[in-house]
């Protein structure tokens, strides 16, 4: 069973534009990460998000907790070519002790 | 601080065939994880260890298992290998168990 849902799969975009990707669950999450993955590298964790309703902001990138902590966004604003990457979302289920990833979104960058 | 190494980056092997990998996580973290990654399925969950403890075990068949030693060094071991097994192996470290996870660069393994 998946738990985390990414949309969109796939996201083609040109240089300066901006983006939101999703990750959906039925499950309550006590804390969900954003990782991002370059081909043929290990996935570099980007931030956590731990309250429902949380914002964190790291330059470019918004990441957003949803209230009752089953969801979350990240948002890029003026897309680089170097954000191109898998960026993969993860969640600690309550009660659980796996960490719980999605498929991903594989986002691409043209200058 | 150094990162999470895992050995070999590289591998190829036969059918039938077994394979051992390496993790040697993050000084100080007792908690490693490893993930099979395929283009079709994403990150899949093989198994964690804490402690030399395996405390959670994914829905892999018993050809895959791993250990881990007193210094939180982890292996990882797959006996009679088959195409399908072909894939990115990722290990990562947490300092306890389920918290953020530090990735290696993983080994990419290839059955022909």
């Known amino acids: 069973t998946q738990l985390l849902e990414q949309s969109p799969q796939f996201l083609s975009i040109q240089e300066g534009e901006n983006l939101t990707v999703y990750c959906n669950s039925s499950?309550?999450?006590?804390?969900l990460q954003w990782y991002r993955q370059e081909p043929g590298e290990g996935p570099v964790l980007l931030v956590t998000?731990?309250?429902?309703?949380e914002v964190k902001k790291l330059k470019r990138l918004t990441f957003q907790f949803g209230d009752a902590r089953k969801d979350s966004s990240l948002h890029i604003t003026a897309a680089q070519p170097g954000d191109t990457g898998l960026y993969l979302c993860?969640?600690?289920?309550?009660?659980?002790?796996?960490?719980?990833f999605g498929k991903g979104t594989k986002l691409t960058v043209n200058p | 601080k150094a990162g999470v190494t895992q050995t070999p980056r590289y591998l190829i092997k036969t059918r039938g065939q077994q394979v051992t990998l390496s993790c040697s996580p993050i000084?100080?973290?007792?908690?490693v994880s490893w993930y099979q990654q395929t283009p079709g399925q994403g990150l899949q969950f093989l198994f964690e260890?804490?402690?030399?403890?395996?405390?959670n075990k994914g829905n892999f068949p018993g050809r895959f298992s791993g250990r881990q030693f007193s210094n939180s060094r982890s292996e990882m071991n797959v006996s009679t290998l088959e195409l399908g097994d072909s894939a990115l192996y990722l290990c990562?470290?947490?300092?306890?168990?389920?918290?953020?996870?530090?990735f290696g660069q993983g080994t990419r393994l290839t059955v022909v």
């Open positions: 993860a969640g600690a289920e309550g009660g659980s002790e796996k960490l719980v």
């Open positions: 998000v731990v309250t429902g309703g």
């Open positions: 990562a470290s947490s300092l306890i168990v389920n918290t953020e996870a530090f």
């Open positions: 499950s309550v999450f006590s804390s």
């Open positions: 000084s100080g973290h007792r908690s």
């Open positions: 260890y804490f402690s030399e403890t395996q405390r």
